[in-house]
Nanobody, 119 residues
Framework: QVQLVESGGGLVQAGGSLRLACAAS????????IGWYRQAPGKQRELVAA???????NYADSVKGRFTISRDNTKTTVYLQMNSLKPKDTAVYYC?????????????WGRGTQVTVSS
């Protein structure tokens, strides 16, 4: 099992920055990749950014050039640096881990952290 805890959300003005953190615990050696998703009211959850165990990253087009995903040396904490925030970035941000345990493609989710960007 993998447990994920997000932190770092809050209220920020447009143009500001926030850094989210996702701390993974448990069977972290089973994780293939960790991603950040977001869900705004009335909308579907969408992928924002992800980082694989090998370090490759991918981003949604809407955040390229503004958001950066990274991780610490232990690979158990993943960060999402969000710059030049816009009101449309307002959402609950969730951390997700793709794991091969107990089965390939097992997904784990954190509880989410609210990000609100005021205009």
């Amino acid at each position: 099992q993998v447990q994920l805890v997000e932190s770092g959300g809050g209220l920020v003005q447009a143009g500001g920055s926030l850094r989210l953190a996702c701390a993974a615990s448990g069977s972290t050696f089973t994780i293939n990749s960790i991603g950040w998703y977001r869900q705004a009211p009335g909308k579907q959850r969408e992928l924002v950014a992800a980082i694989s165990s090998g370090g490759s990253t991918n981003y949604a087009d809407s955040v390229k050039g503004r958001f950066t995903i990274s991780r610490d040396n232990t690979k158990t904490t993943v960060y999402l640096q969000m710059n030049s925030l816009k009101p449309k970035d307002t959402a609950v941000y969730y951390c997700n881990a793709d794991s091969f345990y107990p089965n390939p493609g097992s997904l784990y989710w954190g509880r989410g952290t609210q990000v609100t960007v005021s205009s």
